[in-house]
């Protein structure tokens, strides 16, 4: 019997996989999401909001001592995490981001175990100046899953 592409990809040793650099809150305002964190939850270190058309979202990103929280509310109404606000109207988790230290081997790693890589598997930049990469959440326990190469590489 032949093993399934699946299992064969799994039998390749899968790239590495980093730190986890940020959780990803969808919100429909940035705003009331920073009082949230900072007045109730004591956040101290709040970044300067800025826009990421290439995915359609404005991006606030707060820092904690071993990672950060990223929060992501839509630039319009064909974004994505607009149709995400349209299942979850107060916000909600949204995406969990690993760093990697090779952005297209783990790409191709993921594909070639059968798992779908979204906007069609190309990577983008994002919020932190360097490719990311998403996972669809059917391939990952109903997680989306954002991979972005390491920092300063
Ligand atoms: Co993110």
Known sequence: MFPSRAAAAAAAAAPALGRLNHVGIATPSIDRSVARYRDLLGATVVREPFDLPSQGVRVCFIDLANSQIELVEPLGPDSPVARYLERHPGGGQHHVCFEVP???????????????????????????????IFVHPRDMGGVLIELMAEPGH
């Open 102 to 132: 090779d952005i297209l081997a783990a790409r191709d790693h993921l594909v070639a175990g059968g798992a779908t890589v979204l906007m069609g598997g190309e990577p983008r930049i994002g919020a932190h100046g360097v490719p990311t």
